[in-house]
Structures are given as structure tokens and as C-alpha cells.
């Protein structure tokens, strides 16, 4: 069985940052794959970022230049940060991966509230 749990979310201004983290029940090299998405209010569920096994990156147009992720595979976690945030990065953050796909997940956290004050 695997766990996903996300922690890091929170109130902050914009301009500021968070870091979002994503613990693994599992060695997160197990996953070919690791993403988070976010889902506002209204809105369908976006991907934000992706991290592969080999370290290979993707982001959403909208958060690059601001967003990171990356992978401490000693941790089994997998990490966000967000810098420069906008009011409309508000959201629920949800962390996800897979064992065999780059672009469909199977595993889902709970989430993460990430609200943005303007």
C-alpha cells in the first residue's frame, strides 16, 4: 500500500513562499514518477510540476521561473517550492505518483491548502 502525505501548506502574502513536502510510504525511486497537482476552487485539476527516476523536470507554464521540485530519495520525499506566489496559485496541492507512467498517476496524497493573500 502506498502513502502519500503532504505537508507545508499554509496562509502566506503574495510575493512570499512555501515549501510543500510529499513523504513517501516507499522509496520514492520506485516511481518512475512523481507530480503535484493543484485544484482551485471551480477550476479542473491542474499538474504543476513532474520529477522522474532519472531526475528529469516539467512544469506547468503558469509557475515556471517560480516553482521547484526535487527529490531527496534518503527521505522518500519529494518537495515544492514555491517562490513569488500569486494570488491565483491558491489551491489544494496534491502530490501523486506512479510506478510505470510519466504522465498518469496512480497514487494520490490527501492534499495540501496553499492560500495566497493579495
Known amino acids: 500500500q502506498v502513502q502519500l502525505v503532504e505537508s507545508g501548506g499554509g496562509l502566506v502574502q503574495a510575493g512570499g513562499s512555501l515549501r510543500l513536502s510529499c513523504a513517501a510510504s516507499?522509496?520514492?525511486?520506485?516511481?518512475?514518477?512523481m507530480g503535484w497537482y493543484r485544484q482551485a476552487p471551480g477550476k479542473q485539476r491542474e499538474l504543476v510540476a513532474t520529477?522522474?527516476?532519472?531526475?528529469?523536470?516539467t512544469y506547468a507554464d503558469s509557475v515556471k521561473g517560480r516553482f521547484t521540485i526535487s527529490r531527496d530519495n534518503a527521505r522518500n520525499t519529494v518537495y515544492l517550492q514555491m517562490n513569488s506566489l500569486k494570488p491565483e496559485d491558491t489551491a489544494v496541492y496534491s502530490c501523486?505518483?506512479?510506478?510505470?507512467?510519466?504522465?498518469?498517476?496512480?497514487?494520490w496524497g490527501q492534499g495540501t491548502q496553499v492560500t495566497v493573500s493579495s
Open positions: 516507499g522509496s520514492v525511486f520506485s516511481f518512475k514518477a
Open positions: 520529477i522522474t527516476s532519472a531526475g528529469s523536470t
Open positions: 501523486s505518483a506512479d510506478r510505470w507512467s510519466t504522465v498518469t498517476f496512480a497514487y
